[in-house]
């Protein structure tokens, strides 16, 4: 068991989010950033569905009560162990009695802890994460509190593994850390001015000719107005060439829409799921788990790509993933 | 048929919201509910469109042979043979669901700004909404908000300029030409014209959402003493 003695800026349990619901409005929810939350799940010998919690810039102070197998993936938010520095990207066997702290953030802004086993709690609509705004699913459907009490689920043989190895190495300390990582080709730098890949959206070309250029060769900066629904931008204002009413319809994680005030809107995990707005572009899958490490103030820069380029890169990204599934597998043999 | 991203395409089974359009989307659902093919994740119905969500991986895997093509363009072909098959512009019977309904009073509160609007009295806003011919075009914005289609002009209310921060879920309010019942509580600047005990949403249920697109919608006026009735009996 794990227990919050500090809760965090919003700290909640979220997995890959909730599908084949949102025919009836119920949102995905889920994480932010999905390739930091598959590896951290990898690390520790976890399916890449298991639930995580997911940190936000300032991160929580948790107590561990037993010995766990973790690992901190994404945003670096400076975590230590009982005061002592530990990485990224890589498996920690945490000893019982120790302390998990988070500094200050250096880089993106979200972080993911995995623990082997997974988080211990219910699926709600086939799905672990939490969905905020309904009270649902996540634990007791909420963000993490002061006092909360995480219980993990059985490890299996790969993390009982992962602990043996990592037990031999550790000693008489309060935790030990893997000396190997993830390769560094994997998990993406964050950029000060990221170039973020976008497809064009499916009313692009309703937008004035000024605005579709500015749109893939001016930089864009989050605002503070921005949450897990939704990345608000500051920049120069969009506009259609006619104003014209569209029906609302569906849209994506990484979905870019432009309200009548001109500044465009990306829509995150939390997003509705239909939107009236004018969709400008839509973010290369690939290129989102960057743009969720953006944080109000950051800049962004977009660049086009085809939609059958963003496929292709994103197959590859899959097949890089499952490579590292291997490599794991093969680090334990 | 249009992408929306490198995991998604939008069908267009119809330009304007209207029922024939509706009843299309609603054939081209009852076919992704049999789950015809396992590269589908999920879909989305709106009021002309279909938003079929899938997995490029796994078309990938399967469709080793067909290299060439993108698994964007193998799904569109396989979605294209489906519209061909489907017999579209098909019409079925709607289903009537009856959403009692206390107008008025706390449950309610501006029922008569509605009404002081458009010139009538609080009970003729309250009989012409409870008689209008509502369908339900979509379900979205929110876990089992309907967009209801169907409200008289009479009754059009602008929305109010400053939102309230907590709407109570059940709340029923206009907002323009617009009804809608909030299945969650959410901030929200509709007009509240009155309250539903019954549940929109329904978290544990196989189906969560109480209503569907294609749904006929009949308000029925209850009391207070009923609303309270309702309300304990879940």
């Not at chain 1, 197998?69 to 400076?78: A, D, P, T």
């Not at chain 1, 997974?118 to 634990?139: C, E, H, Q």
């Not at chain 2, 709407?167 to 009155?194: D, F, H, M, N, S």
Request: glycine residues 10%; hydrophobic residues 35%.
């Amino acid at each position: 068991m794990i227990s919050l003695t500090k809760p965090g800026l919003l700290t909640s349990v979220q997995d890959l989010g909730r599908y084949g619901f949102q025919k009836y409005g119920v949102i995905t929810s889920g994480v932010m950033d999905q390739l930091a939350h598959r590896t951290s799940n990898l690390l520790v010998g976890n399916e890449e569905n298991e639930a995580t919690i997911e940190l936000t810039l300032l991160g929580p102070v948790i107590d561990f009560e037993e010995d766990k197998l973790i690992s901190i993936c994404g945003g670096n938010l400076s975590p230590s162990i009982n005061g002592e520095p530990v990485r990224l990207w890589r498996p920690i066997l945490v000893k019982e009695g120790s302390q998990l702290r988070f500094g200050q953030c250096i880089s993106g802004c979200r972080a993911y802890l995995a623990i082997a086993g997974g988080i211990g709690v219910p699926n709600v609509m086939d799905s672990k994460s939490t969905y905020l705004r309904a009270g649902l699913g996540g634990f007791k459907g909420r963000a993490l509190n002061v006092g909360d009490k995480l219980e993990t689920k059985p490890i299996n043989d790969v993390s009982a593994r992962m602990i043996d190895e990592l037990s031999k190495c550790s000693g008489d300390e309060n935790f030990a850390e893997a000396d190997w990582s993830v390769a560094s080709d994997l998990f993406p730098s964050y950029e000060k001015i990221p170039s973020i890949r976008v497809m064009k959206g499916r009313q692009y070309h309703l937008f004035s000719k000024e605005s579709q250029d500015t749109f893939f060769s001016q930089p864009f900066e989050i605002t503070p107005q921005s949450d897990r629904m939704g990345y608000r931008l500051k920049g120069p204002s969009l506009s259609l060439e006619e104003a014209s009413e569209m029906l609302s319809e569906a849209v994506n994680f990484g979905t870019i829409q432009v309200p009548s005030d001109g500044n465009p809107i990306v829509l995150l995990a939390d997003r509705q799921t239909t939107g009236g707005y004018p969709k400008i572009g839509q973010i290369a899958t690939v290129d989102l788990p960057l743009m969720a490490q953006l944080k109000p103030g950051d800049l962004v820069r977009f660049v086009e790509v085809s939609h059958e380029e963003a496929q292709h890169l994103y197959l590859e990204r899959e097949m890089k993933i499952q490579q590292l599934m291997q490599g794991i597998l093969l680090k334990l043999r | 048929m249009h992408p929306l991203g490198d995991n998604a395409v939008i069908i267009e089974v119809g330009e304007e919201m209207n029922i024939e359009s509706q009843k299309n989307v609603e054939i081209l659902c009852s076919f992704f509910d049999t789950q015809p093919f396992d590269w589908i994740i999920e879909y989305i119905p709106a009021f002309t469109t279909v938003a079929v969500f899938y997995d490029p991986v796994k078309i990938q895997k399967k469709h080793k042979s067909d290299f060439l093509k993108f698994p964007y363009d193998y799904a569109c072909d396989a979605l294209n043979k489906i519209l061909v098959e489907l017999q579209l512009n098909e019409t079925t019977e709607p289903r009537i669901v009856e959403i009692p309904v206390c107008y008025g009073g706390e449950l309610g509160p501006d029922i008569e700004h509605v009404a002081s609007y458009n010139g009538i009295t609080t009970k003729e806003v309250m009989d012409i909404h409870s008689k209008g011919d509502y369908l339900v075009h979509m379900i979205g914005f929110a876990p089992g908000f309907p967009y209801i289609g169907g409200m008289s002009d009479k009754i059009a209310t602008p929305r109010r300029t400053s939102p309230r921060l907590k709407i109570p879920a059940g709340t029923v309010g206009i907002a323009g030409k617009q009804t809608g019942v909030y299945p969650i509580e959410t901030p929200g600047g509709w007009q509240l014209i009155g309250r539903t005990p019954i549940k929109l949403f329904l978290p544990n249920e196989a189906t969560p959402s109480l209503l569907k697109a294609g749904d006929k919608i009949k308000f029925t006026p209850i009391s207070n003493e009923r609303y309270k009735e309702l309300e304990e009996e879940g």
